[in-house]
C-alpha cells in the first residue's frame, strides 16, 4: 500500500477530468509580439524564459516533488504555434467528445479566440505544412487514416531522453549556461559558421535561466506557505522544498529527493518548451542509484521514505495530459503522453544493471496503479531469478505493466544503426518500443501506414471502399488477376507508393520543423548539441537516426493474401471474383466462404504457411522504407509498433479476404488479429520471432491476453517467466500481457464509476480502461485470453 497522501492524490488523479489551461498560450504570444523580427531560437527561448517568470506558481495540498503547468492540478496546455485552427474547430466539443475529453471554460475559449488565435493566424506549423504538402500526398496523409503523421506536424517531435548522467546532474542548468558563456567567447559574428552556434548559445542561455527562475519562484512560494502553515510536519516540508528548490535545477542534486525533483524540473521544462511527446524518463534506476545509495548510507532518507518520493513522482508525471486533437486522439488514446522509463538490462560494461530502484519502480507502479510512467523492463538471459519473479508478478496483477524488452535484441538494434557497444548496452526504451539512447536525435514514430490500405487498393482498382474515392494506383481489376505472384505484385505497388506519400509527408514536417520550432531547452539535455552549438533540429545529437515508420495491419494483410494464395490458386476452391464478390457485400450472404476464409491458416500459431508471408511483407517493407533518406541523409527506418491506431486505420478500410468485416480494427504491431491466435500464447511468440526484428529499429510489438487464472501462483508467473525468457531466446525483442478477465472488463464498462483506476494494456502503453472509447474497450475485450502455456 501507498502513503495516505499519495493515496490523496491519486484519488484525485483518477476522479478528475484533465482540464485546459491557457496560461502557457497567453504568455507564449505575449512574448512573441515583444520579440518580432529576432531569430526563432531566440524568440523561442525568450518565450520560454518568459513562461518560467510568469506562469503561476502553484503547490497543491500535501505534495512533495512541486511543479505545475497550469493552474490545474491534472492539465492539459495549449501550443498555438504548432496547431491551434483544430484547438478553433474542436474545443466547442471538448469536454464531451468520445475519445480523451478535456474540461474548458466559455471565458477561456472567448479568450484564447479574441486573444490568442488572431496571432497566430497563418503563422502557425500547422498552417504551413498543410500548405506545401503536395495535392496528391495530403489526399492520402491528412486525417485519412491511409497514412497518418499529424502529430508531427500538429505537435511537437519530443522523442527525446534527458541525459541525466553526463550533462545535467553533472552540471546543473548553472553549468550549462557557464559552458554556454564560454563557448560563446570563443565564436565570432564575422565568421559565417559561428553565427548559428552563437544564436544557439544564447538561447540555451535564456532557457536555462527560465527554468532556474520557474524552479526559485517555487522555492519562495514554498516559504510562504510554510509561514502561514499551522501544521508542524507540513511546516518542515515546505522549508525542505523550498531548500530543495533553491539548489536544483540550477546546481547539481545531492539528495534523492533532491534529484527526483531536478527530473521533474527537467521534464516541465521540455512540456513548457514544447507539449511533447515521448520526452522519457530513461534508466531511472541506474542515473538515481548513487543519490539513493547516499541517502541510505548516510540516514538522509529511509527506503520507506524513497518509495513515497518515487509514487509521489509516478503521479506527478501522470497529471500532465498531452493535448491533441480528436484524430490524434484516435491513434493515442487514453491521454498517453509516452514518458518511457526502464529499469534493469545490463550495464556499460556489459555487467547485471539490477538494484534495489529497479524493485522499488515495479512496487511503485504495483501500488500507484497510475498510466505514467510508461515502466519497461530489460531482460537479460543472466538477470536476478528476483528480478525476473518480481516482473512477471507485477505482470500477474493486471495493470498491463510492465513492457517486457530483449535486453540483447535492444543492443543488436542499435549496433546495427551504429552505435559504439557501450552506448548501445546503455539503452533506454522510448515511447512505445523503440530502444533509444540519452545521446540520440530522433524522430521514432514519424508515420502510420496503413498496410490493409494497399490491399484493398490493389484489390478494388485503386478504390477506396469507405471513401468511395480513387486513391490508389491499380487499374487492373482484381478478377483478371491470373496468379498469385500478380496480387502480391499489385500490393507491393500498392505499398510502396504509400511508403513514398510517407516519406514526403515527413520530409515536408522535418523541413518545417527545422525552420520554425527549433528546441534550445531539450537541447541543452543533450550532451553533444552542448559540444557543437547545434541545435537537435539540426542534428546536433551525437547519433541521429532517421524518421520511423510504423506499421499497422501486418497480420491482416499476411491472413488475408494467405486465402487468396490458397482457396484461389493453390487448391482452387474459389475464384477471385467469389472474393471480390464477398468484401463488397461486406459478407453478407457469404457464410460459407467466410468460414472457408477463416480455416485458413492465421499468423499467430506457429503455421509457417502464413508466418513466411507475414515475414515476406515485413522484409520489403524494411527494404523499400530504408532505401529514402531523411533531410540529415539518414535512411528511414521501419517499425511495428503499436498504439491505438489499429481502430482507427481500421474504421477506413472494406471487408478484407481474411473474413474481417468492413470498418472493424486491424492488428496492432506483431501480434496477432484478434481471436485469429487459435493455439497458445507461445505459438504466437514463435510466430512474432520469426520476423527479422533487428532490422527494424523503431521496434516491434507484441501484444497478449493472458486467462488470470494462468498468472495468479507462484508456479504459473514462473511459467510465465520461462516462456519470456524462451521467447527473447529466438531473437524477439518485445512482449506485453493484458491478465484482467472479460468478466471485469464488461463490468468496467458497466459501472465506470467502480473501475476508475483499472488499467490496461493498450498497445504499446497502459491507461485506465474507463478513459477508452467503447469500440477501444471492445477491441481490447475481443483479443484472445489464453487459457494455457
Known amino acids: 500500500m501507498t502513503t495516505a497522501r499519495n493515496e490523496s492524490a491519486r484519488l484525485n488523479y483518477i476522479n478528475s477530468k484533465p482540464a485546459i489551461s491557457y496560461q502557457r498560450a497567453k504568455l507564449w504570444t505575449q512574448s512573441h509580439k515583444e520579440t518580432e523580427g529576432q531569430s526563432i531560437s531566440q524568440r523561442r527561448a525568450k518565450a520560454f524564459k518568459f513562461t518560467c517568470e510568469n506562469l503561476d506558481v502553484k503547490i497543491f495540498d500535501n505534495e512533495l516533488i512541486v511543479g505545475a503547468i497550469g ?157 502561514i502553515e499551522i501544521n508542524s510536519n507540513r511546516k518542515n516540508e515546505l522549508i525542505k522544498i523550498a531548500q530543495i528548490c533553491k539548489t536544483v535545477p540550477e546546481n547539481p542534486p545531492t539528495t534523492f529527493h533532491e534529484a527526483i525533483q531536478f527530473v521533474w524540473f527537467t521534464q516541465l521544462g521540455g512540456i513548457l518548451s514544447e507539449n511533447p511527446l515521448a520526452l522519457n524518463i530513461g534508466r531511472f534506476d541506474q542515473f538515481m542509484y548513487p543519490y539513493y545509495k547516499s541517502d ?81 523492463v530489460r531482460i537479460h538471459q543472466d538477470c536476478p531469478t528476483e528480478f525476473l519473479e518480481a516482473v512477471t508478478d507485477l505482470v500477474s496483477i493486471g495493470t498491463g505493466f510492465p513492457a517486457i524488452h530483449n535486453d540483447s535484441a535492444g543492443y543488436q538494434m542499435l549496433i546495427n544503426a551504429g552505435y559504439e557497444p557501450e552506448d548501445a548496452r546503455d539503452w533506454n526504451n522510448c515511447g512505445c518500443v523503440v530502444p533509444h539512447f540519452r545521446k540520440t536525435g530522433e524522430w521514432t514514430s514519424a508515420v502510420n501506414i496503413n498496410f490493409a490500405a494497399a490491399l484493398e487498393f490493389a484489390l478494388n482498382n485503386g478504390i477506396s471502399r469507405i471513401y468511395n474515392e480513387k486513391l490508389g494506383i491499380t487499374d487492373k481489376s482484381a478478377v483478371h488477376f491470373k496468379s498469385f505472384d500478380e496480387v502480391e505484385k499489385a500490393f507491393y505497388d500498392e505499398f510502396d507508393k504509400l511508403i513514398e506519400h510517407s516519406v514526403i509527408s515527413t520530409l515536408v514536417a522535418q523541413k518545417l520543423h527545422k525552420e520554425m520550432v527549433p528546441r534550445p531547452f531539450l537541447s541543452s539535455c543533450i550532451e553533444s548539441c552542448l559540444d557543437k552549438g547545434v541545435d537537435l533540429v539540426d542534428a546536433g545529437a551525437k547519433y541521429n537516426l532517421g524518421p520511423v515508420l510504423t506499421g499497422i495491419g501486418l497480420a491482416v494483410v499476411a491472413n488475408s493474401l494467405a486465402v487468396i494464395k490458397k ?109 485469429s491466435d487459435k493455439t497458445t500464447p507461445l505459438a504466437a511468440m514463435k510466430s512474432a520471432a520469426k520476423l527479422n526484428q533487428d532490422v527494424h529499429s523503431g521496434g516491434t510489438l507484441l501484444n497478449l491476453r493472458l486467462n488470470e487464472n494462468l498468472v495468479n501462483t507462484k508456479r504459473g508467473q514462473s511459467n510465465l517467466g520461462a516462456m519470456i525468457q524462451s521467447f527473447f531466446a529466438l531473437g524477439a525483442f518485445h512482449v506485453q500481457f493484458n491478465t484482467i478477465s472479460s468478466e471485469i472488463l464488461k463490468k468496467a464498462q458497466q459501472t465506470p ?37
Open 71 to 227: 493552474e490545474f492540478r491534472k492539465c492539459g496546455i495549449l501550443t498555438p504555434e504548432f496547431s491551434w485552427t483544430w484547438v478553433d474547430k474542436e474545443m466547442d466539443n471538448f469536454s464531451n467528445r468520445v475519445q480523451d475529453p478535456y474540461e474548458i471554460t466559455d471565458e477561456q475559449k472567448s479568450y484564447v479566440r479574441e486573444a490568442i488565435f488572431p496571432y497566430w493566424e497563418g503563422k502557425s506549423l500547422e498552417e504551413a505544412f498543410l500548405s506545401r504538402l503536395p495535392e496528391k500526398t495530403a489526399k492520402i496523409a491528412v486525417d485519412t487514416g491511409i497514412i497518418d503523421n499529424d502529430s508531427k506536424w500538429r505537435q511537437a517531435v519530443g522523442e527525446i531522453t534527458p541525459d541525466y548522467q553526463d550533462v545535467l546532474f553533472k552540471k546543473g542548468f548553472s553549468g550549462i549556461i557557464k559552458d554556454a558563456k564560454a563557448k560563446l567567447e570563443t565564436l565570432s559574428l564575422y565568421i559565417p559558421e559561428d553565427i548559428g552556434k552563437i544564436d544557439f548559445y544564447e538561447s540555451v542561455i535564456h532557457t536555462s535561466e527560465g527554468i532556474i527562475t520557474l524552479a526559485k519562484r517555487y522555492s519562495k512560494e514554498a516559504e510562504n506557505l510554510a509561514s
Open 296 to 376: 541510505i548510507e548516510s540516514e538522509e532518507s529511509s527506503k520507506d521514505d524513497i518509495q513515497e518520493l518515487i509514487e509521489a513522482f509516478w503521479i506527478k508525471i501522470s497529471e500532465w495530459v498531452w493535448t491533441i486533437s480528436a484524430n490524434t486522439a484516435e491513434f493515442f488514446a487514453g491521454y498517453n503522453q509516452f514518458q518511457n522509463l526502464t529499469v534493469g538490462g545490463k550495464t556499460r560494461d556489459g555487467k547485471d544493471a539490477t538494484n534495489e530502484l529497479s524493485y522499488m519502480c515495479l512496487k511503485a507502479t504495483k501500488n500507484i496503479k497510475t498510466h505514467q510512467p510508461g515502466l519497461s
Open 567 to 675: 482457396l484461389v490458386f493453390e487448391d482452387k476452391l474459389i475464384e477471385m471474383k467469389d472474393i471480390i464478390e464477398a468484401m463488397n457485400a461486406n459478407w453478407e450472404g457469404f457464410e460459407e466462404l467466410r468460414n472457408m476464409a477463416i480455416e485458413v491458416p492465421k499468423y499467430g500459431n506457429d503455421d509457417d504457411y502464413v508466418d513466411n508471408i507475414a515475414r515476406d511483407i515485413a522484409n520489403h517493407y524494411y527494404k523499400v522504407g530504408h532505401s529514402y533518406k531523411d533531410i540529415n541523409g539518414k535512411p528511414f527506418n521501419t517499425a511495428f509498433m503499436g498504439i491505438s491506431n489499429y481502430l482507427p486505420t481500421g474504421k477506413v478500410i472494406g471487408a478484407t479476404p481474411c473474413g474481417r468485416k468492413s470498418k472493424e480494427p486491424l492488428s496492432e504491431g506483431v501480434s496477432p488479429f484478434v481471436g
Open 753 to 789: 464509476e467502480e473501475y476508475k483506476d483499472l488499467l490496461v494494456r493498450v498497445a504499446g502503453y497502459s491507461t485506465q480502461f474507463v478513459n477508452l472509447s467503447k469500440s477501444m474497450q471492445d477491441a481490447i475485450i475481443a483479443r484472445t485470453s489464453h487459457d494455457e502455456f
